[in-house]
């Protein structure tokens, strides 16, 4: 009897776009660690000033929610519009509203 190629062909693809989804979600965990590690290393030792050390950890941490967001909650992958657009909306509301505060405190 003839074996079904084409299943055959569909479920070596599908292995191998999980094999390297798991990588690309692997990858980026480790990433994320060593982010964590920096930022705990900069406050620990003290070596940096403090307005520095309070930018890089901002900026460390922006990168980590950009993580969170694209691999582990999946907004990287086709079929998420609408929750990537309530997210989207919020973080842009969240924005506006910090901005009018800023400028309602320091005009």
């Not at 480790?30 to 964590?36: H, N, P, R, S």
């Not at 950009?66 to 509301?93: C, E, N, T, V």
Request: glycine content about 4%; proline content about 1%; hydrophobic content about 55%.
């Amino acid at each position: 009897m003839a074996e079904n190629t084409n299943s055959n062909q569909a479920d070596s693809f599908q292995k191998q776009k999980n094999k390297e989804e798991m990588q690309k979600q692997v990858i980026s965990f480790v990433l994320m660690i060593v982010l964590t590690i920096i930022a705990f290393v900069v406050v620990a030792t003290g070596v940096m000033d403090s307005m520095f050390a309070k930018f890089l950890i901002l900026s460390l941490a922006l990168v980590q929610v950009g993580f969170q967001l694209y691999y582990f909650m999946h907004m990287k992958d086709k079929d998420h519009d609408m929750p990537a657009a309530m997210m989207y909306g919020g973080i842009w509301a969240a924005i506006l509203t910090l901005a009018a505060l800023g400028v309602i405190t320091w005009w």
